[in-house]
């Protein structure tokens, strides 16, 4: 069943490129940003690298998140994969899993060329992709139930941002303090530890709350 | 006397009507009692001055900010898992006072931070998260209030708020390792506490008056929310008793 979904989900995605494509092209267009707003200057840009690059994931990742529950919603599949006997937190799992794949995987593995941009040498950039390989599947995870609970509400995309980000603060803290911690010389081990906390605190109560959300709001 | 009975909106509608001065007069009184004390009876402070009574409001507003929204979320939740009305419309009630609340502590500790640290707002740990509370509870307000059916805001505020409570200290805390810089706690339940007698007696009336105003306050605007929803049955409830 959880192939099943993640197996649908990529299929459907794969027929829409264009989406995935967008959000990557948003993320790199982001990060291109600074730069040119803060100045060239390399020690200043190596300094706010780490925070640029995440906070630039945790804003691509609210592009996706719209699309997550609302066309299958829309078009009246969700009610009916809701109805089947199989556990709504495996459906869900499925879901925000294909989600990540095809969303984020692809800014993290873009992520490594903007960190060289941003001058960083190739042990931070490795620390940097560990982050963003353990944070952004909970960016996924959490951000599910802002999802969920926006599905079909006005606005709902402006509304996903405001109930979601808060919630991703540890995140970035952790994710951003890894990479911080690499350039000045200490060790990122113990925020990449809590991240990997958060991950598998996420990965267990997350799809429950989500599932509890589409509930709600699928009634 | 059935105590159950008042889980009903319209049972408890007169109820909280007749609640109301109990707690809004003494609320009254005990500020008029806190801010005397606290403009002229406490002793100014031998290195902040004068500006240090800003704390008589800075500290009970940034209690009940954060401790409404614990008792906003476990409202929530009640209402969500015994589908009690009354309980989840007390959760909104409740959410508008506790985002107040938190304003006026980033608000009267902004006052306070200039004079003595020299600037309005640094990133310190408890400042910034006590700033993420407050978005969380625009979160929560601004969820409920774009969606038109009001049973399943009442529901879907209750996740986001039992979600919120988890993260609050995760976020407490990953914010506390991130940057710390304001005055640690000077009061605690087991040691003495290092502050002047009448001080500390005058911020204690101060909570105890915010704490009323706030129940007076949730009341009125709890009576508002069971009006719109279920107002025949209200006003009837109202005319019989």
């Known amino acids: ?219 | 006397m059935n105590l159950y009975k008042y889980a009903s909106p319209i049972n408890f509608y007169p109820l909280a009507g007749k609640l109301i001065p109990w707690f809004a007069i003494p609320s009254a009184l005990l500020f008029a009692v806190g801010l005397f004390m606290g403009f002229f009876i406490a002793p100014s402070d031998f290195q902040q001055g004068d500006a240090y009574r800003i704390i008589f409001i800075h500290v009970p507003a940034a209690w009940l900010g954060m401790f409404l929204y614990v008792l906003m979320a476990i409202y929530a939740g009640v209402g969500w898992a015994f589908n009690a009305r009354l309980a989840s419309m007390m959760a909104s009630s409740i959410s508008i006072t506790g985002a107040m609340f938190t304003f006026l502590s980033l608000v009267s500790g902004a006052f306070w931070g200039k004079p003595t640290w020299g600037t309005w707002w640094v990133w310190d740990a408890r400042m910034t998260s006590t700033l993420i509370l407050l978005f969380l509870y625009i979160g929560f307000i601004s969820l409920q209030s774009s969606i038109d059916d009001a049973r399943r805001a009442d529901r879907a505020g209750a996740v986001l708020a039992l979600v919120g409570v988890i993260n609050v200290p995760i976020i407490y805390f990953s914010v506390q390792w991130w940057n710390t810089l304001h005055q640690g706690a000077t009061i605690r339940i087991l040691q003495k506490p290092t502050i002047h007698g009448s001080m500390l007696w005058s911020m204690l009336i101060m909570l105890a008056a915010c704490w009323l105003y706030s129940v007076a306050v949730v009341l009125v605007r709890l009576r508002c929310t069971i009006l719109e929803r279920e107002q025949n049955a209200a006003r009837f409830a109202e005319a019989t008793v």
């Open chain 1, 1 to 219: 069943m959880l192939r099943w979904i993640v197996w649908r989900d990529l299929m459907l995605a794969w027929r829409r490129r264009a989406d995935a494509l967008s959000t990557l092209f948003f993320f790199v267009i982001v990060v291109s940003l600074f730069p040119l707003g803060i100045g060239p200057e390399a020690e200043l840009l190596r300094s706010v690298a780490p925070g640029v690059v995440w906070v630039a994931a945790l804003l691509a990742s609210m592009l996706s998140l719209g699309r997550l529950f609302a066309n299958d919603y829309q078009d009246g599949t969700l009610e009916q994969i809701m109805m089947t006997p199989q556990p709504l937190y495996l459906i869900v799992l499925g879901k925000v899993a294909a989600q990540w794949l095809t969303s984020e995987l692809p800014l993290v593995c873009i992520a490594p060329l903007l960190g060289v941009q941003f001058g960083l040498s190739n042990k931070t950039v490795g620390v940097l992709l560990i982050t963003l390989l353990l944070g952004t599947p909970v960016l996924s995870l959490i951000g599910s139930i802002g999802a969920a609970l926006t599905l079909g509400l006005r606005s709902s995309s402006v509304l996903i941002s405001i109930l979601v980000l808060p919630l991703y603060i540890p995140i970035l803290i952790f994710g951003a303090g890894a990479v911080e911690a690499e350039i000045i010389g200490m060790t990122a081990a113990s925020h990449i530890y809590l991240l990997g906390a958060v991950f598998v605190l996420a990965l267990i109560f997350a799809p429950w709350a989500t599932a509890a959300a589409l509930k709600i709001s699928v009634e």
